[in-house]
């Protein structure tokens, strides 16, 4: 597996177990092994994929990194410090350091608000001196860093299409200058087309900014094209993992093997 003296972010035994429930009084019965005793480290400035179908864990594994799932044991250290059992207090911090790209750009946005306001919550979070002014400066900015005009500020996610409202995800997990992002499947809602547009705009964000990815998604193809290094995982567990063209090459595990036959042959 990579390894680093300093990585930017190591996952020790992790493991992510939900129960079951069951009878009339809703007693456990038994439990979902989501992620079960999986580590791996993700290197300053670098991008490792992490593949699987759905149900494999991968994005279990991308929400308990920002704490929306709690593991149930192991360890998660960022620049070498535990973040996996602080309070929510103490958590804060990271939450500029570590921010995340959901998956559905549709279901990701409140409708309810407008893109300042989607895109500008974050800076009044952690930023609650930064005044309106420069708040909506800041997100002018963010929107034209991913691609989107300044005039979008003032409208609202059904006005989009769904790669512009993609960048609108991309901009909100920008806003507080974070150092790593999870980019939970980013592009599988999208059409293919539009695909690569959001890739190359994240390879251009990471080179401009040296942002560190962890990139979840089912696709290889799409995961050949931005990652260092690819995880790949199969019923909670890491059945693979190596730098990405030993993987495309010369794949080990018949479960990787499966998923290179799916990907469609030009």
């Known amino acids: 597996m990579n390894s680093s003296p300093e990585p930017l972010l190591r996952v ?156 609108v995800g991309i901009a909100r997990a920008l806003a507080v200058n974070p150092e790593f992002i999870v980019c939970d499947e980013p592009v599988s809602a999208l059409d293919v087309s539009v695909q690569a547009q959001i890739v190359n705009l994240l390879q251009d964000l990471q080179e401009e900014l040296g942002l560190t990815y962890l990139f979840i998604a089912h696709d290889l193809a799409v995961v050949e094209h931005i990652s260092n290094f690819v995880l790949v995982m199969n019923n909670g567990k890491i059945v693979e993992a190596a730098p990405a063209e030993a993987i495309y090459e010369n794949p080990q595990h018949e479960y990787t093997r499966k998923l290179l036959s799916a990907v469609p042959k030009l």
Request: glycine residues 10%.
């Open 12 to 167: 020790d035994n992790l493991k992510v177990y939900f129960p079951i429930l069951g009878g009339i009084f809703r007693r456990k019965i038994g439990e979902v092994k989501a992620v079960d005793d999986v580590s791996f480290v993700v290197n300053k400035g670098e991008t490792v994929g992490l593949v699987g179908e759905s149900g494999s864990g991968k994005t279990t594994i991308g929400r308990a990194i920002i704490r929306l799932n709690e593991p149930t044991s192991g360890t998660i250290a960022y620049e070498g410090k535990e973040i996996s059992e602080l309070d929510s207090g103490a958590f804060r911090p990271y939450r500029k350091k570590i921010q995340i790209i959901f998956q559905d750009p549709y279901n990701s946005l409140n409708p309810r608000l407008s893109i300042f306001e989607i895109i500008g919550e974050a800076l009044e979070i952690h930023f609650p001196k930064m005044s309106q002014g420069d708040r909506r400066e800041r997100v002018a900015e963010l929107l034209d860093k991913v691609g989107l005009k300044r005039d979008h500020l003032d409208r609202y996610p059904h006005e989009f299409s769904g790669g512009q409202r993609q960048r």
